[in-house]
Nanobody, 123 residues
Framework: QVQLVESGGGLVQTGGSLRLSCAAS????????VGWFRQAPGKEREFVAA????????DYADSVKGRFTISRGNAKNTVYLQMNSLKPEDTAVYHC????????????????WGQGTQVTVSS
């Protein structure tokens, strides 16, 4: 079983940047498909970005395309979400998720979830 821990959230002004990290313990994250999701107060959880096991396939929600980048760290046990040009509507708790049964999980089908990290973008 893999345990996921997110970090890197915080308060940033509109137009600013943050880099979120998803670290794994118990397993090597490079062998898992990973996704990032977010949930704002009063809203359902939504897909943000996903990366395949090998890192060759990525996908993004239309709302973040061109601003966010998902990547795997050189140590291969961390997945990052670089967030640029942040907007107030990006404010949410961001969760990473992992799945070991598929090469690429896309928008659903993740077995493991982290507790999340808060991102707040002020206007």
């Amino acid at each position: 079983q893999v345990q996921l821990v997110e970090s890197g959230g915080g308060l940033v002004q509109t137009g600013g940047s943050l880099r979120l990290s998803c670290a794994a313990s118990g397993r090597t994250l490079s062998t898992y498909a990973v996704g990032w999701f977010r949930q704002a107060p009063g809203k359902e959880r939504e897909f943000v970005a996903a990366i395949s096991r090998g890192g060759l396939t990525t996908d993004y929600a239309d709302s973040v395309k061109g601003r966010f980048t998902i990547s795997r760290g050189n140590a291969k046990n961390t997945v990052y979400l670089q967030m640029n040009s942040l907007k107030p509507e990006d404010t949410a708790v961001y969760h990473c998720a992992a799945d070991g049964d598929s090469y690429y999980a896309g928008t659903s089908g993740y077995a493991y979830w982290g507790q999340g990290t808060q991102v707040t973008v002020s206007s």
